[in-house]
């Protein structure tokens, strides 16, 4: 029996409707007792929510049969009663419950009822209790101690968050019968040549569970709650990672008594590939016995209030990614664990998925009561997602070892929090691999590895890395092709949201980067000075706020392009790129690539042409310029190159041409130029062509103020044929980072390219709803720093 659907919430001043699932700020938003928390500066006004209790109430019918209450996604400190009296005392919004209510639910009406204490006092209470002080980052999290409570970490805001602290309920509540279940199920798989066995550990109530996978069909008997079946297979259809092969899943069906169930399950054999080696120590995947280059992004929350997120929103932001080539995400570790159908979407796509257990920056407390709730936790998450294809890794956690060096508590006396740290690490690992033996696990990222507590945001020779110097030190973007790192799991540089996401938040008086309400749209101390600063070093200056954002953008995806290209040229020694990040929680200046609401920025664009499965690459080498073939397919392929300098008026010559054969996961240089070759106003143009299609890039040797831009007179013709706008785009000069924008919200086929006279670009616009007419606007550099 759901309970879901439409409660009442009161905190004994307001009263209002509250559907479940769903959160305690935007129930008060739909019942108008408080404005929209993302527009303006209205996010202050509203955080008085998080420092009060508030009582969900329902009254439903039963037939008063034995049964159990099941609750999960409840954030966070909870109390539970049925019919006044307390089932449940919950501390953990990312576990799973199930209560016998047998006796405690009625023939007729019941009354459900749910106190969810302030999570603010509640960490308060929980700090003033600890037998030492257990620090947290108060730049992540203007509302303090979020390091106390098993919610998400960014709830207390974070440099990229809202700090709303929201309670609520993001799963499911029900009650189910107390008869015939089948529970949780451990997948593991052994993999030989021409075969598999699958060995499932089945949860479940009956006398005995029948499974049947791929045609064939076992049955054992339940043991202490538990079955045990090994299935083999012959010559099995496998499951591959999007852009290596197909992404096959197969139904396993289980019955037990009355009970049944289902799971889909990809075969495959994926393998964290990390060992000693001359560098120093190899990070990174393999599947099915192929090593893949991992390309992807971070994943944050789909959104900074749960009750806002929608299957069908995060299907297009998990699409995006695949579409921009992605085959990777990784789940950070200050979020949530996601919902069951969201590890579906990534089986069906073919994104790997590694997944944070959720700790992040701070430091957390080990006392008996709380690694206890850490170890139910872990158990119960490993038993709910274990199944999926996608996963390919557990991450005991984000940046904690760094967080030793953080704090001046634990800089005065490192042994006594590094001793801290390693008991919830060993407690998250312990869980992990007791649930699940096979697991890939990794300590904490970044990390040299196992039992390894150095600097792995500057050590680029082991492990996983962070790095950030470009960004938070304010390093030059060529600083990327300093570190030569073996998986870069983090890495970013911010830009603005696009002017469709600006206008839901800001008026446009107060469209200038120093008002109010921008600069409590961006949350990283500094961040709005760090990209007007590199915004000067790199180019003119833009001639408005419009072009501001549209420039801001740009050089987001530059920084990016330098890194990704970099890297993936060291092929097989980094064998893997994850930038931060892939989506936002709300309208802000970010890392992300996705404004919220799906909307692609120009690095999301860019991207798709880095992340191309064939591509070509250029390394300035001392004084040349190095043109190398990457090649990511699974199968060996040519790539034809044509090398051309470009000049300002749109005019290109012919510089070199070159062919190469280029092995499955493999790079090749195909050709090598002198800086020297390409005059004072002309940069280097190339295109590549392979089995693929073909694709133009251009590399500066310089800073783009340093180009004498002539006007490009971007002519526009738009034309609507059955739902969707076709573009053509013709300039009179050359037009760098060529972008149209519109009014409306929608997709765009492709933005921030290079267009010259003789190659006009043609593009298409589907509007998110039809109906209005968009307004389109075009912008390049020439346009953005010199004016129409």
Request: hydrophobic letters at 40%; a negative charge; aromatic letters at 10%.
């Amino acid at each position: 029996m759901d309970l879901g659907g439409e409660w009442r919430l009161s905190d004994g001043n307001h009263e209002v409707a509250f559907a479940v699932p769903g959160d305690v700020v935007n129930a008060l938003h739909a019942a108008g007792v408080i404005p929209d928390p993302y527009h303006g500066r209205n996010e202050y006004d509203c955080r008085w929510i998080s420092q009060q209790d508030w009582v969900a109430r329902r009254v439903f019918d039963h037939d008063g049969g034995p049964c159990d209450l099941v609750i999960s996604g409840l954030d966070t400190v909870a109390e539970v009663r049925l019919n006044g009296h307390l089932v449940l005392a919950a501390q953990n919004a990312h576990r799973r419950y199930r209560v016998d209510v047998a006796g405690q639910v009625w023939p007729g009406q019941n009354c459900i009822e749910i106190t969810f204490r302030s999570p603010v006092q509640a960490a308060a209470r929980l700090q003033a209790g600890m037998p030492f002080p257990i620090p947290y980052q108060q730049v992540n999290g203007p509302i303090p101690n979020a390091n106390m409570l098993r919610k998400p970490q960014c709830d207390f805001g974070w440099d990229w968050n809202v700090a709303l602290g929201t309670s609520g309920i993001w799963g499911q509540v029900a009650l189910e019968p107390q008869s015939a279940r089948i529970g949780d199920v451990i997948v593991s798989q052994a993999h030989a040549e021409g075969a598999v066995t699958v060995s499932l550990q089945v949860q479940a109530t009956g006398a005995d569970v029948t499974a049947s996978l791929c045609g064939i069909t076992q049955t054992a008997p339940v043991l202490a709650g538990v079955a045990s079946l090994n299935i083999q297979i012959s010559n099995p259809d496998l499951w591959w990672p999007a852009g290596q092969g197909p992404q096959t899943l197969h139904n396993l069906t289980l019955q037990s008594g009355d009970a049944n169930a289902t799971r889909r399950i990809g075969l495959r054999d994926l393998r964290l590939v990390s060992q000693p080696d001359a560098a120093g120590r190899s990070f990174g995947f393999a599947c099915n016995g192929r090593a893949i280059f991992a390309k992807g992004a971070n994943w944050i929350p789909a959104d900074a209030l749960h009750g806002r997120i929608t299957r069908d929103s995060v299907r297009d932001l998990l699409q995006s990614a695949v579409d921009a080539h992605m085959n990777m995400i990784r789940i950070w570790g200050g979020g949530r664990y996601e919902p069951d159908w969201f590890y579906d979407l990534c089986d069906e796509m073919g994104l790997m998925v590694w997944q944070d257990f959720m700790f992040a920056c701070h430091l957390y407390p080990s006392t008996p009561a709380f690694l206890a709730e850490v170890d139910a936790e872990v158990r119960d998450v490993v038993a709910r997602i274990n199944h999926h294809a996608c996963i390919a890794l557990w991450c005991g956690d984000n940046e904690l070892i760094g967080a030793l060096t953080w704090f001046e508590e634990s800089r005065k006396d490192r042994d006594r929090y590094l001793v801290n740290y390693d008991r919830l690490n060993r407690t998250v690992e312990t869980a992990l691999l007791e649930t699940l033996p096979q697991a890939n696990w990794w300590p904490s990222s970044p990390s040299p590895g196992p039992m390894a507590f150095g600097d792995a945001w500057h050590d680029d020779s082991s492990g996983d890395m962070h790095f950030w110097s470009v960004w938070h030190e304010g390093r030059d973007f060529d600083h990327y092709r300093d570190v030569k790192p073996r998986f870069c799991s983090e890495f970013g540089f911010q830009s603005y949201p696009s002017m469709n996401v600006i206008r839901q938040f800001a008026d446009a008086k107060d469209w200038n980067i120093a008002s109010p309400v921008m600069e409590s749209h961006q949350k990283n101390p500094g961040g709005n000075a760090r990209i007007a600063e590199t915004m000067f070093r790199y180019f003119r200056f833009p001639v408005d706020f419009p072009s501001f954002v549209y420039l801001s953008q740009v050089q987001q995806g530059l920084a990016i392009k330098t890194a990704i290209t970099q890297w993936r040229s060291l092929m097989p020694h980094c064998m893997g790129t994850l930038y931060w990040q892939l989506n936002d929680t709300w309208p802000v200046c970010s890392w992300a690539s996705l404004d919220h609401g799906g909307g692609w920025k120009l690095l999301h664009h860019m991207a798709r042409a880095f992340y191309a499965p064939i591509t070509v690459v250029c390394i300035p080498e001392g004084g040349d310029l190095v043109l190398k073939a990457v090649n990511d397919t699974p199968t060996t392929q040519p790539v034809s190159l044509a090398c051309r300098a470009a000049a300002m008026d749109g005019t290109a010559r012919k510089l070199v041409e070159a062919e190469g054969i280029v092995p499955a996961g493999m790079v090749v240089e195909l050709a090598r130029l002198a800086l020297a070759d390409l005059g004072p106003q002309e940069i280097l143009g190339f295109v590549h062509t392979s089995v693929l299609g073909s694709g133009c890039e251009i590399h500066a040797p310089r800073p783009w103020k340093t180009y004498d831009l002539q006007p490009s007179k971007a002519s526009l013709e738009a034309d609507l044929r059955d739902g969707i706008w076709h573009l053509h785009v013709s300039v009179a000069s050359l037009s760098l980072f060529l972008t149209v924008e519109a009014d409306v919200p929608g997709r765009f086929s492709t933005n921030a390219r290079t267009v010259t006279p003789n190659m006009p670009l043609d593009l298409t616009f589907i509007p998110a709803k039809p109906g209005k007419k968009p307004r389109f606007v075009v912008h390049d550099l020439y346009s953005a720093t010199y004016g129409a």
